[in-house]
C-alpha cells in the first residue's frame, strides 16, 4: 500500500537517506536529497545533489521523474534544504520545480547561503507553490553541520580524530604509534577521512612519520586538501604527503623565509601567511577563516599533542572521533596538551557521548562539548511551524 502524499515524516526520512548517499560527494555543496511524490502517495522520482558543477537533487529528482515517464504536476517535492534561487554553476533549482507543475514543497531547513537565505522560498510561493519547512530539520543539519557552519560562523567543522590505548596514549615516548588500533578501526578512519573537504595536521606529525594522510583502502570519489600548521616552514619538500594526485596542500606559517617558500611552492603547496599567536605559533583563528573562505565545510585534524591540544585550548574542536584500543601502554604521549595547563578542573570541558560502537576490536566514541550545535538555533522553526503550511523562515 503506497505511504500517503502527506506523511510528510516518513518522505523526509527518505529524503535525508538520499541526502546521506552524497556524504563523500557533494563538498563544498550541501548534502540534499530530494523525493517527488505524487498525490496518490506513488513515488515519482528521487535524486541527491551530485559532485560539484553537477546537477541538484531536484534537477536529479526531476530527471528521474522524466526518465520514468511520470507526470510531475500536482505531486510534492520533499527536499532537505531550501532549492536555491540563484545561478551558480547550475540554474535555480526553485525554477526548475515550478516549470515542472509542482504543487507542493516540503523542505527540511532554510538555506542560510545570502545567495539563497529565503529566496528560493519566496520564489516559490510567489509562483502560487505551498512550502512548509521544518520537517526533519535537526537531522538534516547534522548532515550538513560543515555547510552550515562555514556560512553561519565563517568556519569550518572540526573534527578532531585521536587513536588511544585505555589510558590515554596516542605513542610511546619516542613517538611510535603504528599501530594501536586494529585494521577495522583505521579502515572506519578512512571512511571520516573521506567526507572531510580537508585534513588538518601539524609540522611535528609531518616530521616524524612522513604520513601520505590521504583517502585510501575505500572507494572516494575525490581526495580532500590537506593543510598543515607550520609556524617555521618546517615541511620537508621531500615529504611523501606531495606525492598524493588530484589534491590541494596547503601550509600555514608565520615564517617569511622566501627560499623555504619557494621550495614548496615548487612542490605544488599554498604556503599562507598568516599572523604569529603567542609563543611565535600560527594563529588559528587565521588558519580557520582562510579554511572557510577555501571553501572548507569539515575540517578532519589528524594530529599531535602539540596542535589538539592548541586546537583545545582555543575551543575549536566542535566533536571528538576517538578510537579506543583495549590495551594498557602505561606511558607515553597523550591525546593533547595545551600550550598552558589547567589550574583546576573547573576549566575542563565537558562532553557529550553522541555514540560508542565497537569497530573491530577496539571501540569508536564520537563526542561532543555541550551545547556546541546551540548556532543552528535560527534554522529550526518555532514550536509548532513544521505543522504549518507557508511558514516563513525567521
Known amino acids: ?9 516518513f518522505w523526509m526520512q527518505h529524503c ?3 541526502a546521506a548517499q552524497a556524504l563523500t560527494l557533494s563538498n563544498p555543496n550541501p548534502r540534499v536529497g530530494c523525493v517527488i511524490v505524487g498525490p496518490d502517495g506513488q513515488v515519482l522520482g528521487k ?13 536529479m529528482a526531476l530527471r528521474d521523474v522524466q526518465a520514468q515517464g511520470h507526470d510531475p504536476r500536482g505531486a510534492t517535492a520533499y527536499v532537505s534544504l531550501e532549492p536555491c534561487s540563484h545561478h551558480g554553476r547550475t540554474p535555480p533549482c526553485c525554477d526548475a520545480l515550478v516549470a515542472a507543475g509542482i504543487a507542493r514543497v516540503v523542505a527540511a531547513l532554510p538555506d542560510p547561503n545570502p545567495l539563497v537565505a529565503g529566496q528560493g522560498f519566496a520564489r516559490l510561493r510567489a509562483a502560487g507553490v505551498q512550502v512548509q519547512w521544518g520537517v526533519g ?14 556560512l553561519m560562523r565563517q568556519r569550518p567543522w572540526v573534527r578532531l580524530k585521536v587513536a588511544a590505548s585505555l589510558d590515554g596514549i596516542t605513542a610511546l615516548p619516542n613517538g ?12 572506519d578512519g578512512q571512511a571520516w577521512r573521506a567526507r572531510a573537504c580537508a585534513i588538518l595536521t601539524g609540522v611535528g606529525t609531518v616530521l616524524h612519520d612522513d604520513p601520505l594522510l590521504n583517502v585510501r583502502d575505500i572507494p572516494a570519489t575525490r581526495q580532500p586538501h590537506l593543510a598543515i600548521v607550520d609556524s617555521q616552514l618546517r615541511t620537508p619538500p621531500t615529504a611523501r604527503l606531495f606525492e598524493v594526485p588530484q589534491r590541494q596542500v596547503l601550509i600555514y606559517t608565520a615564517c617569511t623565509d622566501a627560499a623555504r617558500q619557494h621550495a614548496l611552492q615548487a612542490r605544488g603547496a599554498t604556503v599562507v601567511a598568516v599572523p604569529a599567536a603567542q609563543g611565535a605559533r600560527v594563529n588559528l583563528a587565521a588558519v580557520m577563516a582562510h579554511l572557510a573562505q577555501w571553501p572548507v565545510n569539515e575540517l578532519h585534524v589528524e594530529a599531535g599533542a602539540t596542535l589538539n591540544g592548541a586546537l583545545l ?11 579506543q584500543a583495549p590495551t594498557i601502554i602505561g606511558g607515553g604521549l597523550g591525546m593533547a596538551q595545551r600550550p598552558q595547563p589547567l589550574e583546576t578542573l573547573a576549566g575542563v570541558q565537558p562532553l557529550q557521548v553522541l555514540s560508542h560502537t565497537a569497530v573491530g576490536d577496539d571501540g569508536r566514541w564520537l563526542l561532543r562539548p555541550a551545547r556546541r550545535t546551540d548556532w543552528l538555533a535560527p534554522l529550526f522553526p518555532a514550536h509548532g511551524a513544521a505543522e504549518r503550511p507557508d511558514t516563513e523562515p525567521s
Open 176 to 187: 611510535q604509534s603504528q599501530w594501536i588500533t586494529g585494521p577495522a578501526a583505521r579502515l
Open 313 to 323: 585550548a582555543g575551543d575549536w574542536v566542535d566533536e571528538w572521533l576517538l578510537y
Open 16 to 18: 535525508l537517506q538520499l
Open 137 to 150: 530539520a535537526v537531522e538534516a543539519a547534522e548532515l550538513n553541520l560543515g555547510f552550515l557552519s562555514r
Open 1 to 9: 500500500m503506497p505511504i500517503p502524499a502527506t506523511d510528510d515524516a
Open 47 to 59: 535524486g541527491h545533489t551530485q559532485a560539484v558543477g553537477g546537477p541538484h537533487a531536484e534537477v
